[in-house]
């Protein structure tokens, strides 16, 4: 079965689960690498499982004028803060917008660091970029790891970092002129 | 100090990926699917008519809210947010326009980087 | 009776936000961003701590002022060469940059009072041309 997205939409906020499958499924492998960016590879699935949930419970309320990408994106990033609360176990708190203060997105896991296959031979500089990635604060590292690995846009960033499409941009430039500050002072 | 050219930065940041593990997609589903039938789907928004005197009545709460709101607090958009940009032509020719919103201070920067005056649009 | 008081009550709150969200002033300073010390820099002491933070310039002077009230319609007004147009008001405000004829960038902002606002990158020989804007 491959249908028109239009269609399968509406079928799924028909309550049609297989609709729904067909439709998401496309969307599973971006949704788990934005899973691991926000909990680590361990939890992933859990987070995109909730994340579908959500989205299958909320899909008759979903706007057509939204990406169902960013929407979904934002589910994620919800389900995520969820998990990463039960973890820390202190108690819930509203995350604003902008308030970077209290934002358990600081307290991301360290992936850069923990990645599979650190066994094989890598181009010199390749090694460089994941050393002074993993230098980098947090909020930069998510910001150049979203866009340039994997490949979100400027929106669905904003989407799962909970902050304003300026804010993301800031911390983008930010992020790349800290990023060539250490990589230039590791020369 | 030899500059490092970003786009190099940039190809090694795309091999960064980490690897997938992600579920296959029939345990997945079919994990789903058996959870989904536990959970009922919400109703459509605006398939719930709320009579006519609650309406109002709700109007006329949120009106006394925000009156009290802009009393005390001397405006709407005064206070919350900072200023930012809503949209943006940049005529003259340039390379690059980067916007930075400074947290703290609520400001936002747009900076038009290498703009020549020498094109324009003549009015 | 209950719905001509809710009524009352909405026409009130109407024209109270709508004088509240668009009376007010806005200033435009001009100011000269430079690697080499010159001009004063009073009048910048709440944009020097953005300007030193985010732009890659040692010195930053004042170059010129002025101000107009919102909301506005076409207020022009010239500052070291430029033409700054504005339309609107603090909410949605279109503004127009120009340099002599030639138009050089049109933008729509929102104001937030007391947040600045800051147009940069303009030309001037070895230096640049920062316009910041602050609803009052």
Request: charged share 20%.
């Given at each position: 079965m491959s249908g028109k997205p239009d269609v399968l939409l509406e079928q799924a906020k028909n309550g049609d689960v297989d609709a729904f499958a067909e439709l998401f499924e496309n969307l599973r492998p971006s949704v788990h690498a934005v899973a691991c960016r926000l909990v680590g590879t361990a939890d992933a699935d859990d987070v995109v499982m909730d994340t579908y949930l959500k989205a299958w419970k909320a899909l008759p309320r979903f706007?057509?004028?939204?990406?169902?990408?960013?929407?979904l994106y934002r589910i994620t990033r919800n389900c995520g803060l969820d998990l990463i609360r039960s973890r820390s176990r202190r108690p819930a708190f509203v995350l604003q917008g902008n308030d970077e203060r209290e934002n358990p997105l600081e307290n991301l896991p360290d992936e850069t660091q923990r990645l599979p296959g650190e066994d094989l031979e890598r181009d010199e500089l390749v090694d460089c970029v994941k050393a002074a990635m993993s230098r980098l604060p947090p909020k930069h590292r998510l910001a150049l790891q979203l866009r340039f690995t994997d490949d979100l846009s400027y929106g669905e960033m904003a989407a799962v970092m909970g902050v304003s499409i300026g804010t993301v941009m800031s911390r983008l430039f930010n992020g790349k002129r800290?990023?060539?500050?250490?990589?230039?002072e590791a020369e | 100090m030899s500059r490092l050219p970003w786009r190099k930065i940039e190809t090694s940041l795309r091999t960064e990926r980490p690897e997938s593990g992600m579920k296959p997609a029939d345990a997945f589903w079919s994990d789903f699917k058996a959870r989904a039938r536990l959970?009922?789907?919400d109703s459509p928004v605006g398939s719930v008519r709320v009579p006519m005197f609650l309406r109002w009545g709700l109007a006329t709460t949120c009106a006394a809210a925000l009156l009290a709101v802009v009393v005390t607090q001397g405006g709407l958009g005064s206070t919350e947010g900072g200023s930012h940009i809503k949209s943006l032509e940049v005529v003259a020719s340039h390379s690059a326009v980067m916007i930075i919103e400074d947290e703290p201070t609520e400001s936002t920067i747009?900076?038009?980087v290498d703009m020549s005056l020498d094109r324009g649009e003549s009015t | 009776m209950r719905r001509g008081i809710s009524v009352i009550l909405a026409c009130l709150f109407v024209s109270l936000l709508s004088a509240s969200a668009q009376a007010g002033s806005l200033s435009v300073r001009l100011v000269r961003a430079s690697h080499t010390a010159g001009g004063s820099s009073s009048g910048l002491g709440d944009v020097i701590p953005?300007?030193?933070?985010?732009?890659?310039?040692?010195?930053?002077?004042?170059?010129?002022?002025?101000?107009m009230t919102l909301p506005a319609s076409k207020a022009t007004r010239q500052l070291g060469g430029y033409s700054v147009t504005c339309s609107g008001s603090q909410n949605s405000l279109a503004i127009t940059v120009k340099h002599g004829r030639k138009q050089l960038l049109n933008t729509s902002v929102r104001l937030s009072r007391g947040k600045p606002l800051i147009l940069g990158g303009f030309p001037s020989g070895q230096d640049k041309l920062v316009l910041v804007f602050v609803a009052r």
């Open positions: 706007g057509e004028r939204a990406s169902l990408k960013t929407w800290k990023l060539r500050k250490i990589l230039e | 959970c009922n789907q747009l900076w038009i | 953005v300007f030193q933070k985010s732009l890659p310039y040692s010195h930053y002077s004042l170059a010129g002022s002025t101000s």
